[in-house]
C-alpha cells in the first residue's frame, strides 16, 4: 500500500502515452523520417513545459507540500557530453523503436519482443554504472 500511488501515477501516465499514440512504433518511425509533426508536438509541449518548470525551481517559488524549497544542483555545462549523450540515447531510441518509458507501456500492452529491448536497455545502464569512474563527468 506504501507504493500504490506510485503505481496509479504509472498506470496514468501509461494509459495516456498509449492513447496518444507515443509508444507506437509506426508513430516514432514517422518522426525519424521526418514525415510527421505529431512526435515533434508531443516532444516540444514537453520541452516548453520543462522550460517553465526550471524557471520556477531556479526562482525558489516551487516548493514540497511540506512547505520546503526545492533547489536545482548546477550541472557542469559540457556542449560535447550533451551531444555524445544525446546521440547514444537518440541511436538507442532509432534502434529500438521506442523511448525508454514507453518500453514498460508496451510490455504491459502484452508486445513480448519488447523483452530484446529491455534487455539491451538494462545491459547498457549496467556496463554504464561498471565503467562511469573512467568516464569525465
Known sequence: MKYF?????????GITLS???VIS????????????????????????IGIFIMYFFKRETLKTYQGKVILVA?????LW????????FGLGWALGGVC??????????????????LFGAHLGAFLYQAVK?????
Open 19 to 21: 492513447k496518444a499514440e
Open 81 to 88: 557530453r550533451n551531444l555524445l549523450g544525446g546521440t547514444i
Open 100 to 117: 525508454p518509458g514507453p518500453m514498460y507501456i508496451l510490455l504491459g500492452k502484452g508486445v513480448v519482443a519488447i523483452l530484446v529491448v
Open 25 to 48: 512504433w509506426y508513430r516514432i518511425y514517422e518522426m525519424f523520417k521526418l514525415q510527421s509533426f505529431h512526435m515533434y508536438g508531443v516532444i516540444g509541449s514537453a520541452v516548453v
Open 74 to 78: 548546477d550541472k557542469k555545462k559540457g
Open 5 to 13: 500511488k506510485y503505481l496509479l501515477v504509472g498506470l496514468i501516465f
Open 133 to 137: 569512474y573512467k568516464l569525465p563527468h
